[in-house]
């Protein structure tokens, strides 16, 4: 987009706002940072100060308010200045170098995984998560499983909904509690007797209740 093209000062940093939100965190509620682009620029930054600012929230005993702070980047208008590698190729292997030191332990998924929570989805201290799974998972599955991965802090569901074909499937009301004394809760689901041929998807509608940016890291798992 070509700022200078555009009429006023208003409608100058209203665009450029927009912009900026279009390429980072665009999405709505549930799809937030849907638009994330892993551009050089957008990551040095957006992504990188962010994570900057998290960890030393994090490291003062602090919670870190996503909204607020990428609220405050979209009404910047300044770019870092770029600096230029002077051996392009030194410099990637060397970043290739540090990335294969990375225990694939750390970074491994759960076999039956769907879904994920992080203190990045708390920026609202009750919130419901959606994602989908194939019609072939939940005729299958018997239940769900919520496993902490990591973090001080304990957070809570309480309603599960599976959806598909404009109805209601299951609706699991829970009171469970996920953290570092309760690591793993497992809600058997009852499901409605299947009378007609699902949707190739069907949509899971979790609630969740914790305090803004709660640091609690988990995973959700069917169980079959």
């Known amino acids: 987009m070509e700022i200078n093209l555009i009429g006023n000062q208003y409608e100058k940093k209203l665009y450029s706002k927009e912009a900026r939100r279009l390429?980072?965190?665009?999405?709505?509620?549930?799809?937030?940072?849907?638009?994330?682009?892993?551009?050089?620029?957008?990551?040095?930054?957006?992504?990188?100060?962010?994570?900057?600012?998290?960890?030393?929230?994090?490291?003062?005993?602090?919670?870190?308010?996503?909204?607020?702070?990428?609220?405050?980047?979209?009404?910047k208008d300044s770019l870092s200045p770029i600096e230029a590698y002077s051996d392009p190729l030194s410099s990637a292997k060397t970043l290739v170098q540090a990335a294969s030191a990375i225990d694939y332990n750390l970074i491994k998924k759960p076999e039956h995984t769907v879904d994920f929570w992080s203190p990045f989805e708390f920026r609202k201290a009750e919130f419901t998560q959606s994602f989908?799974?194939?019609?072939?998972?939940?005729?299958?599955?018997?239940?769900?499983?919520?496993?902490?991965?990591?973090?001080?802090?304990t957070i809570l569901i309480d309603n599960i909904v599976f959806a598909a074909n404009k109805r209601n499937w299951a609706n699991e009301k829970c009171n469970i509690k996920i953290g570092p004394k309760d690591k793993n809760e497992i809600i058997y689901v009852k499901k409605d007797v299947i009378t007609e041929p699902l949707s190739k998807e069907v949509a899971v509608y979790i609630s969740f209740k914790g305090k803004v940016s709660v640091d609690s890291y988990g995973a959700i798992e069917l169980i079959y």
């Open 23 to 75: 390429i980072s965190t665009w999405g709505g509620p549930s799809l937030h940072d849907y638009s994330a682009r892993v551009w050089s620029g957008v990551i040095r930054d957006f992504y990188v100060p962010r994570w900057e600012n998290y960890f030393k929230a994090m490291h003062d005993g602090k919670t870190f308010d996503f909204a607020s702070w990428d609220e405050t980047w979209y009404d």
């Open 132 to 153: 989908s799974i194939t019609h072939e998972q939940f005729e299958k599955m018997k239940g769900i499983r919520f496993m902490h991965l990591r973090g001080k802090d």
